[in-house]
T-cell receptor
Framework: KNEVEQSPQNLTAQEGEFITINCSYSVGISALHWLQQHPGGGIVSLFMLSSGKKKHGRLIATINIQEKHSSLHITASHPRDSAVYICAVLAATGNQFYFGTGTSLTVIP | GAVVSQHPSRVICKSGTSVKIECRSLDFQATTMFWYRQFPKKSLMLMATSNEGSKATYEQGVEKDKFLINHASLTLSTLTVTSAHPEDSSFYIC????????????FGPGTRLTVL
């Protein structure tokens, strides 16, 4: 069983829809990252969370430490949001990062 | 915010040649840098952890003589893929952590290596 599980694995949405991607983890963590990987590979760090909620533009990330769960929300989705979104957690016990396998999002015009 | 850069972003080389990938922390000092490899449709896999001024620690199954890592300064780490083979074609990502005990870890944009 992976330490980090993401759902859904694949997601197709119409432009303008509200999107939620979920991440659950099984280890104690010191931080959780949401990464965006565009076709062609380039990775962008979207958020780093250790508690609560963060917002950047149309993106919102939340984390519930007690439930070991985080969500990434995209409001008013746009085709340029099409990418793979990866959840990564930094274990509380050291340098170990655990990665989810990613959620592939396609936003259709 | 903190930025980690990688160079080149894409490289194509012939089998048998060596390729060097640079990872730089642009506005912070990184005592620890991490190198990851991503296989198609797979998650990132940690290859090695390097601390400035000391030898890298390689994960099990990663050939240290093939993937040479140098972390000569607090802002630069390099990964050299020696005698590259087509199976080394992959996406390589570095990540850097600052000098403070609670510093977070930032990811580079990655380098796409294609070995012909």
């Amino acid at each position: 069983k992976n330490e980090v599980e993401q759902s859904p694995q694949n997601l197709t949405a119409q432009e303008g829809e509200f999107i939620t991607i979920n991440c659950s983890y099984s280890v104690g963590i010191s931080a959780l990252h949401w990464l965006q990987q565009h076709p062609g590979g380039g990775i962008v760090s979207l958020f780093m969370l250790s508690s609560g909620k963060k917002k950047h533009g149309r993106l919102i990330a939340t984390i519930n430490i007690q439930e070991k769960h985080s969500s990434l929300h995209i409001t008013a989705s746009h085709p340029r949001d099409s990418a793979v979104y990866i959840c990564a957690v930094l274990a509380a016990t050291g340098n170990q990062f655990y990665f989810g396998t990613g959620t592939s999002l396609t936003v259709i015009p | 915010g903190a930025v980690v850069s990688q160079h080149p972003s894409r490289v194509i080389c012939k089998s048998g040649t060596s390729v060097k990938i640079e990872c730089r922390s642009l506005d912070f000092q990184a005592t620890t840098m991490f190198w990851y490899r991503q296989f198609p449709k797979k998650s990132l896999m940690l290859m090695a952890t390097s601390n400035e001024g000391s030898k890298a620690t390689y994960e099990q199954g990663v050939e240290k003589d093939k993937f040479l890592i140098n972390h000569a300064s607090l802002t630069l780490s390099t990964l050299t893929v020696t005698s590259a083979h087509p199976e080394d074609s992959s996406f390589y990502i570095c990540s850097a952590r600052g000098t403070g005990a609670t510093d977070t870890q930032y990811f580079g944009p990655g380098t796409r290596l294609t070995v012909l």
